[in-house]
């Protein structure tokens, strides 16, 4: 068993020093009754070999979506990500460290989280961020919890173009709180009044931009609004890399944000890990969730790194705490990190820009197909497009044909009949014109 | 030590923030021209530039290089951190999660595209299903605190079904922070069990606190003091009869692995950390995985998604709707911690049964060889043996030296091991929670005893300040981080930072 090293000699050594005859001796505290007589029914182990071509025809049975023209997104979004990412992150010295509780060796992770940090309260423009969270969904929990803390209010607004998985996860995760949840209705044409409803009684109103539909919107208003009746605006970014081209919530006056930051420097995973993003003010520091990491010095006066502001944290502030949250993302907050610093300033602008003029062109196309409409205004790589069939049988066709069309909004709200003809389609610098021609000749003919 | 003119030492090469270095004129990627196109923002264009640093790819790679060479990993030293399981992380792991296959799918594709991704999550589940022995699991959690979440919402909404309000959850005072942070999301109040003299829970005074209003216990098995609790029938048929829930919180699964069923120890619901018992690798703070097996009672109210079979194959249940059950709702978005999970079953295909079964016991008899050698050496265990993964140590044999806990710990990084878990439980005064985990060799063990012992003789003999003021050879000597936290600095600006003095 190669991932075992002591040898039979060494256990029957280790024993004798010990002082018992046989390693069962050493689990007598365990329950007769609870040790089975009858094995577990499991198989037994298996050379790399045997076990790598097992997992690699479970593999196999799936259809990657590099091998087809893929415009899937809805929260999830595939990127080139540059070799170099994929290499540093499996230097070992990062892959098989702890959480970074001994910061005098562990000042290589505790660096790259005080850079993660800033570059994600630079590109969101807010004053602080924290050292992640599980995913953009439970972030957005967790800041819908942090809003009610600090307005001492139990209202939380979850706005028609909030992501349906962001919804969900937040109002079943407060469902035992003091917190009452309220959740407006899809919203496909951006036509919610989110103004009128805020209210004394309101600790926060959650928004996302660009929106579950594609919609940009400026929420400097909303954010007006919220700060005259003392409540918080949370902004959501499902895209990262939008914030390389498109007004940041911090400019709009967001007072939290979460994101998710997979899109940069991770693969799409089936999903999971994601990357949740946080950042907010400064002054609200305190009241954050989730690890912080910090500068100091050393006994020597040298610039240094540490996790700090732990009496937030369920270690020491256990049913006080600001969240339960102990294991984050960290190898994703590497991996984004690596990304973001390979693009800099000019890449970043690049990248987003590409995809943005992937995206319209793609919706001019679809557009021109009878019966198509494209619903957003305006739009960053992502927009819905109203199509005179089911969304959903449209894209079993296409996927038959070999393309990934475009998500249908029944996945997601399947009790919503109006949204059963809406398709998410989202388009990234991956994108080829061939795979545009694709998409357009495919649904043409679907259609037909 | 001589300073050197760069402040680097040899291998040890200071590194500035990448907000220090670069500038414009370079980049770290080639991308293609963008076509010019009307643009569709809405008038919703950044306005100003963002102020990130551009970089080439050798600076960018030297950069993060640097500052790997800067951290402890398992891959070059022992990483004994009690509760935390730090074994060996497999490279086949790490290369099959990495398949086009599993790694480069979306997860909303149709279902019909992702047969082998939901056979996987499903053969993942079976294979947690048969070593715990309970019949059902929820896959999606996505981490230890996590699992503890949906384990105490399940129950809280099994009890809520029932119609029956109950305000409490009990814990050991050894408890992790995690569990009463936990239940303080699900709405209850905390109310804490003593231990007995043996690092137990003291069984009387749980059933005393065991009451109408208590929703559930919630224990450590083996417990943080590395023991197993050797009452845990009588203990789950007391909570039982309350008519309130048993919760495990797997953190140290990895002694009893492979070996028992926590069905049979009569517990309700218990999250597994796939990047502790099941070495995916840790990351420096994760991702992991705590896909969480919940009883018969609590199955109907496991959050979304699911994953069923039929005809056609497999297929993901993601609403209420489709479901014959009363599911929670969703708590992480998309399908759980997917590449996660397929290491953790890579992992478990690669041991088998037989070697996880083998694994549980290399890592119960090198924890005990520890607890013998270091007591032998005058370290004072803080109760009597044998210990189940990981051996527990209180301060006593410090005394009168001047040297405390953290001294030696922090002595331990100079002579190139990662210390153990400090003052944690917190039940033991000074604590030294130490667990090897069953990937070290003899070698590495007799090597770790043997600076540890070399250190308290030190600390014996009148050469405390050499353990006082540890570490000297790391990157960086002790940080103050009184000053972190009374003025945090937690992020790099353009005009605050400075570089130290």
């Known amino acids: 068993m190669r991932y075992l090293p002591l040898s039979d000699a060494d256990r029957r050594a280790m024993l004798q020093t010990i002082g018992v005859a046989d390693v069962e001796d050493l689990f007598g505290d365990v329950p007769a009754a609870a040790r089975p007589v009858d094995g577990f029914g499991l198989p037994d182990h298996a050379s790399e070999m045997e076990v790598e071509r097992r997992l690699a025809r479970m593999a196999a049975r799936n259809l990657s979506a590099g091998n087809a023209p893929c415009f899937l997104g809805a929260g999830a979004y595939r990127h080139h990500v540059p070799a170099a990412v994929d290499a540093l992150i499996q230097r070992g010295e990062f892959l098989t460290s702890y959480t970074p509780y001994q910061p005098e060796v562990s000042q290589g992770t505790l660096q790259a989280l005080f850079e993660f940090q800033t570059q994600v309260a630079m590109i969101t423009a807010m004053e602080v961020a924290n050292a992640s969270m599980y995913d953009a969904a439970t972030a957005c929990a967790e800041a819908a919890a942090m809003a009610c803390r600090l307005t001492r209010r139990r209202r939380v607004l979850l706005s028609g173009q909030l992501h349906p998985h962001y919804r969900s996860v937040t109002a079943t995760q407060l469902q035992f709180t003091q917190a009452q949840v309220e959740a407006q209705p899809p919203d496909p044409h951006s036509g919610e009044d989110l103004i009128r409803r805020v209210d004394g009684e309101t600790a926060c109103v959650v928004v996302q931009n660009p929106g579950f539909f594609g919609q940009l919107i400026d929420y400097s208003d909303l954010g007006e609004a919220c700060r005259a009746a003392g409540a918080l605006l949370v902004v959501a970014v499902a895209e990262p890399v939008s914030l390389g081209l498109v007004m940041p919530p911090g400019a709009m006056g967001a007072d939290i944000v979460v994101g998710e930051g997979q899109p940069i420097g991770n693969s799409l995973n089936f999903g999971g890990p994601g990357l949740g993003l946080f950042a907010t003010r400064q002054k609200y520091v305190r009241q954050m969730p989730g690890r912080l990491c910090g500068q100091t010095a050393d006994a020597d006066g040298r610039r240094g790194f540490v996790l700090t502001l732990a009496t937030r944290e369920q270690h020491i502030r256990r049913e006080k705490a600001t969240s339960n949250i102990c294991t984050n993302s960290g190898l994703c907050t590497l991996a984004f990190s690596i990304h973001m610093a390979l693009l800099g300033e000019s890449g970043f602008a690049h990248l987003a820009a590409l995809n943005h003029v992937q995206a319209v062109t793609a919706a001019d196309a679809l557009a021109r197909i009878p019966g198509v409409r494209v619903l957003p205004s305006a739009f960053f790589n992502e927009f819905a497009v109203k199509l005179p069939r089911p969304a959903a049988i449209v894209v079993e066709a296409l996927a038959r044909r070999g393309i990934l069309a475009g998500v249908p909004a029944s996945r997601f709200y399947p009790d919503h009949r109006e949204l059963s003809p809406i398709l998410l389609v989202a388009c990234t610098e991956t994108n080829s014109p061939e795979d545009v021609e694709a998409l357009v000749g495919g649904l043409r003919e679907v259609l037909r | ?501």
């Open chain 2, 1 to 501: 030590m001589s300073n050197t003119a760069t402040g680097n030492r040899g291998l040890t090469l200071e590194e500035p923030l990448l907000f220090e270095q670069g500038g414009p004129g370079r980049s770290g990627v080639d991308l293609p021209d963008a076509l010019p196109v009307a643009e569709r923002l809405g008038g919703l264009r950044r306005r100003g530039p963002i102020g990130l640093p551009d970089l080439s790819e050798p600076e960018v790679v030297r950069h993060y290089t640097r500052l790997s060479q800067q951290n402890f990993g398992i891959d070059t030293v022992i990483y004994p951190l009690g509760s935390c399981t730090m074994k060996h992380n497999p490279r086949l792991n790490e290369k099959v999660a990495r398949l086009p296959g599993f790694a480069d799918l979306h997860p909303f594709q149709p279902e019909s595209t992702v047969q082998g991704a939901l056979e996987l999550l499903d053969s993942a589940a079976r294979w947690l299903k048969a070593l715990t022995g309970m019949p059902a699991i929820a896959m999606s959690p996505a981490a230890g605190a996590h699992g503890e979440l949906c384990g105490l919402m399940t129950i809280r909404a099994a009890l809520d079904d029932r119609g029956q309000a109950r305000r409490l959850v009990l814990v050991p005072e050894s408890a992790h922070g995690t569990n009463p942070a936990t239940a303080a999301i699900c709405g209850y109040e905390v109310e804490t069990v003593p231990a007995n003299a043996r690092g137990r829970v003291d069984l009387a005074a749980l059933k005393a606190r065991l009451s109408g209003d208590v929703a559930a216990f919630m224990l450590t098995n083996p417990n943080t003091c590395g023991l197993f609790e050797d009452e845990i029938l009588a203990i789950a048929e007391a909570v039982h009869r309350a008519g309130a829930f048993f919760y495990c919180d797997g953190a140290n699964y990895n002694a009893i692995v492979g070996r028992l069923r926590v069905a049979d120890l009569g517990i309700d619901a218990m999250h597994i950390n796939l990047h502790k018992t099941f070495s995916t690798p840790h990351g420096g703070g994760g991702p992991g995985a705590g896909p969480t097996v919940l009883a018969a009672a609590l199955a109907p109210f496991a959050p979304l998604p699911s994953i069923v079979r039929d005809e056609q194959g497999w297929r993901l249940i993601e609403h209420a709707r489709d479901s014959r059950r009363k599911p929670l709702g969703r708590i992480k978005g998309f399908h759980g911690q997917f590449s996660v999970i397929v290491r953790a079953l890579a992992y478990m295909m690669s041991l088998g049964g037989d070697g996880l079964r083998q694994a549980s016991a290399d890592a119960v008899l090198s924890a005990n060889y520890l607890l013998a050698r270091l007591s032998e050496g005058g370290l004072t265990p803080a109760f009597a043996g044998p210990c189940m993964h990981e051996c527990l140590f209180d301060d006593r044999f410090l005394d009168g030296t001047g040297v405390t806990t953290l001294d030696l710990a922090k002595a331990l990084l100079d002579e190139g091991a990662h210390p153990m878990t400090m003052y944690f439980p917190l039940v033991v005064h000074g604590a030294l929670l130490i667990e090897p985990t069953e990937t070290e060799s003899k070698a590495s063990l007799d090597a770790f005893a043997d600076a540890l012992l070399a250190l308290v003789h030190k600390a014996r003999s009148g050469q405390a300040v050499e353990l006082t003021a540890a570490p000297r050879l790391t990157p960086r000597r002790r940080l103050d981080e009184t000053r972190a936290a009374r003025q945090p600095v937690l992020r790099w600006k353009p005009d605050t930072t400075d570089k130290g003095d």
